[in-house]
Nanobody, 123 residues
Framework: AQVLVESGGGSVQTGRSLKLSCTSSGSFESYAMGWIRQAPGKEREGVACITPGALRTHLADPVKGRFTISGDVTKSMVYLQMNSLKPEDTAFYYC?????????????????WGRGTQVTVSS
């Protein structure tokens, strides 16, 4: 099984930025990957997705214009640049991989994810 390890979380004030990194134990040339998050008392939600080979990206509406997902296929790494952070972005963020052959349009279904990293945004 592919192991995903996240890093880069932390505590920041509203309006600041954070960059999350995800290291994958295997190549993601054939799988779409992305980021999901879960806030206390809320369901897990898909945030961003990048297609196999890091060719195209897809973002959830709440983060469009503020977050950017990118990937480095040669290093098997995926990143989430988060700008203009808001308190409602506070959550545990997980790097995730989609089932084989599934596109990025569906941000709700994921095959597996890492242990996550905490992001806290204070007002």
């Amino acid at each position: 099984a592919q192991v995903l390890v996240e890093s880069g979380g932390g505590s920041v004030q509203t309006g600041r930025s954070l960059k999350l990194s995800c290291t994958s134990s295997g190549s993601f040339e054939s799988y779409a990957m992305g980021w999901i998050r879960q806030a206390p008392g809320k369901e897990r939600e898909g945030v961003a997705c990048i297609t196999p080979g890091a060719l195209r990206t897809h973002l959830a509406d709440p983060v469009k214009g503020r977050f950017t997902i990118s990937g480095d296929v040669t290093k098997s790494m995926v990143y989430l640049q988060m700008n203009s952070l808001k308190p409602e972005d506070t959550a545990f963020y997980y790097c995730a991989i989609k089932p084989f052959g599934q596109a990025c349009g569906n941000l709700h279904e994921w095959r597996s994810w890492g242990r996550g990293t905490q992001v806290t945004v204070s007002s």
